[in-house]
């Protein structure tokens, strides 16, 4: 069973910046197009971008506007999303799990939930 357990998250000033980490437990990853996703306070999780299983392409939420970087290292099982000029409104708890995507649109495929990290941005 594809399974997640993200790190890294963390409190940060508006403005600052944060590396997340996804560890998968399956193998091969490389077989599965990996996403982060968000959930804020009383919000729907929604998703935040979708990296091909080799790494070549990633899909981003519209909202992302060229601040977040997802990359992935299939050797180590691990998807990282560094995230950059981050705003108050990037406060959520962000997991990831197996995706797909279409333009801006991530979608969630499959993969239990982890625990997810909690990113706070806050002054």
């Known amino acids: 069973q594809l399974q997640f357990v993200e790190s890294g998250g963390d409190l940060v000033q508006p403005g600052g910046s944060l590396k997340l980490s996804c560890e998968a437990s399956?193998?091969?990853?490389?077989?599965?197009?990996i996403g982060w996703f968000r959930q804020a306070p009383g919000q729907e999780r929604e998703g935040v971008s979708c990296i091909s299983s080799d790494g070549s392409t990633t899909n981003n939420a519209a909202f992302v506007k060229g601040r977040f970087t997802t990359s992935r290292d299939n050797r180590k099982q691990t998807v990282y999303l560094q995230m950059n000029s981050l705003k108050l409104e990037d406060t959520a708890v962000y997991y990831c799990?197996?995706?797909?995507?279409?333009?801006?649109?991530?979608?969630?495929?499959?993969?239990?939930w982890g625990p997810g990290t909690q990113v706070t941005v806050s002054s």
């Open positions: 799990a197996a995706c797909a995507a279409d333009g801006t649109t991530i979608v969630y495929v499959g993969g239990s």
């Open positions: 399956v193998l091969p990853l490389d077989y599965y197009a």
